[in-house]
């Protein structure tokens, strides 16, 4: 048996003799976003640093800890703060997070971002529900040995991000007013922000946000059986589309400027979550949420007005 295999085993160990608690669904979120964690009904938390072993996060806006409760009485687990490739951690160490809290219990996985809007139709402040992701930049998760007890050597990544789910999270956004894109989002390995030329080639492989974690987390996920999904909040619009250069601090700022709409979808979400499977009538299907006025051409990759 690899380290990776005792290392999940050995933190998800020292959890479970901590909290006596399953959750359903385990959400992760992102930068700046982490404040939704503070507004639930709380019924325990562990500081990763307690955990020993566990990869603990060094990021400005992630504050470290699992926080368990419930969101309107569906059984969570929250990482309030996650681990990115960047910080120097192995991948395995990356996805650790997520092999433990599927092995607590929980079914689903809800992952949250902030990501540059790399579609010149997108604006600061959207929201992009993940419809599939580009993690070819990544290290694979899987690698090396497979532990066949969490999945297959090589699993299906089709549809990766549950058809339900997406409803849900199109359902709640819905619910909650808020107009909705869904895209793809791509992993890049940071910390270091794209180069206008890498943001280029985005646009050309179909990428409609850019971001620094997320998708190497959903292939860990859907690799033990995890139904996954996830949200992006576009803090900034990418290199090269913005006029402005990027940093952390904006891409924080814009994340807790959104959290209250960002807070609001996923709760509502998370409660369409306990419902089995509640598919959107058949003839609104295909009707968009809303209507995005086109502010550019699309083949215009510079936006004036920014
Ligand atoms: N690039 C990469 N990661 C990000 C960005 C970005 O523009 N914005 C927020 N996270």
Redesign the pocket.
């Known amino acids: 048996m690899s380290s990776v295999f005792e290392k999940v085993e050995s933190c998800y160990n020292q959890i479970a003799d901590k909290v006596s608690f399953k959750p359903k669904v385990a959400l992760v979120l992102g ?1 700046g976003l982490g404040s939704l964690a503070e507004t639930i009904d709380v019924v325990d938390t562990v500081n990763y640093g307690d955990i020993d072993g566990f990869p603990v996060s060094t990021v400005d806006g992630h504050t470290g800890r699992f926080v368990f409760g419930n969101i309107n009485k569906v059984p969570v687990v929250i990482m309030q703060g996650r681990v990115h490739y960047y910080e120097g951690y192995d991948i395995d160490d990356v996805v650790l997070p997520i092999r433990v809290m599927k092995k607590l219990g929980a079914e689903i996985l809800f992952l949250t ?4 809007g790399v579609n010149t139709m997108y604006r600061p402040g959207d929201f992009m529900m993940i419809a599939d992701h580009i993690g070819s930049f990544m290290p694979s998760p899987l690698r090396g040995e497979n532990n066949d007890e969490w999945g297959k050597r090589f699993p299906s990544l089709d549809n990766i991000y549950d058809t339900h789910l997406c409803d849900c999270i199109r359902n709640a956004a819905r619910a909650c007013n808020v107009p909705l894109r869904e895209g793809v989002y791509v992993q ?1 390995k ?1 910390p270091m ?2 180069t206008a030329a890498e943001v280029k080639m985005c646009q050309v492989l179909g990428g409609d946000a ?3 974690s997320t998708a190497v987390e959903a292939i860990a996920g859907r690799h033990m059986g995890m139904k996954v999904c996830g949200l992006s909040c576009i ?2 619009m ?2 090269g589309i913005s006029k402005t250069p ?1 940093n952390h601090m904006e ?1 924080t700022e814009v994340g807790e400027k959104m959290s209250p709409t960002f807070k609001n979808i996923v709760v509502k979400a998370v409660e369409n979550m306990a419902v089995e499977e509640t598919p959107i009538a058949s003839d609104e299907t295909d009707i968009p949420l809303f209507n995005f006025a086109p502010v550019e051409d699309v083949s215009g990759a510079i936006i004036d007005d920014m």
Do not use: D, I, Q
């Open positions: 930068s971002n902030s990501a540059g890049m940071g922000y794209e850019v971001g620094m803090t900034n990418a290199c990027l891409v």
